[in-house]
T-cell receptor, first 113, second 113 residues
């Protein structure tokens, strides 16, 4: 069955370190998204991609970057982790961009000390 | 400002009882409204999706209704089960997407025996 997987599921890091969260989907979807989820907030869009070599900033993109070298993967990099980036991160994919159904990964819980 | 607000914030019900969750939105015009179920420690999973022209959509014991005039949606759960314990998230997609979904903060439902 097609799926979307994230790794690691849990990570603890220190302020200032670079962190990369992996996202891999086998739906063959062109559209992929990264969200963060925090108490009191709805899911907030960090970055998204409509296809290979395409990346776009979301509403909370500062301090994050993504790259899209193939259809299956959209890694999320925190260049210099900050405590404010402690959160649960979800990767999602969609066949029809923002018009289509979103399929979410299981999430990556990141703690920045 | 486009907003999606859900109520109640949390709810506890007895197994076997029915319940209704509310979603009020100001996104206008909108393309579709979705309800997602998010189990603790998991990613959101789609329950229903309704276009602006639909009034109701069912998925098993879950029935979503939409009143586009009052900008309200509800999710009704019939004969609740312990496995219904989760967070339920309302998501609205603008008609002119602007590359955005608008997520509510969710209603946390606990079903007790």
């Amino acid at each position: 069955d097609a799926e979307i997987t994230q790794s690691p599921r849990h990570k603890i890091t220190e302020t200032g370190r670079q962190v990369t969260l992996a996202c891999h989907q086998t739906w063959n979807h062109n559209n992929m998204f990264w969200y963060r989820q925090d108490l009191g907030h709805g899911l907030r869009l960090i970055h998204y991609s409509y296809g290979v070599q395409d990346t776009n900033k979301g509403e909370v993109s500062d301090g994050y970057s993504v790259s899209r070298s193939n259809t299956e993967d959209l890694p999320l990099t925190l260049e210099s982790a900050a405590s404010s980036q402690t959160s649960v991160y979800f990767c999602a994919s969609s066949e029809f961009g923002f018009a289509g159904e979103l399929f979410f990964g299981e999430g990556s819980r990141l703690t920045v000390l | 400002k486009n907003q999606v607000e859900q109520s109640p914030q949390s709810l506890i019900i007895l197994e076997g009882k029915n319940c209704t969750l509310q979603c009020n939105y100001t996104v206008s015009p909108f393309s579709n409204l979705r309800w997602y179920k998010q189990d603790t420690g998991r990613g959101p999973v789609s329950l229903t999706i309704m276009t602006f022209s639909e009034n109701t959509k069912s998925n098993g014991r879950y029935t979503a209704t939409l009143d586009a005039d009052t900008k309200q949606s509800s999710l009704h759960i019939t004969a609740s089960q312990l496995s219904d314990s989760a967070s339920y998230i309302c998501v609205v997609t603008p008609l002119n997407s602007g590359n955005q979904f608008y997520f509510g903060t969710g209603t946390s439902l606990t079903v007790i025996p």
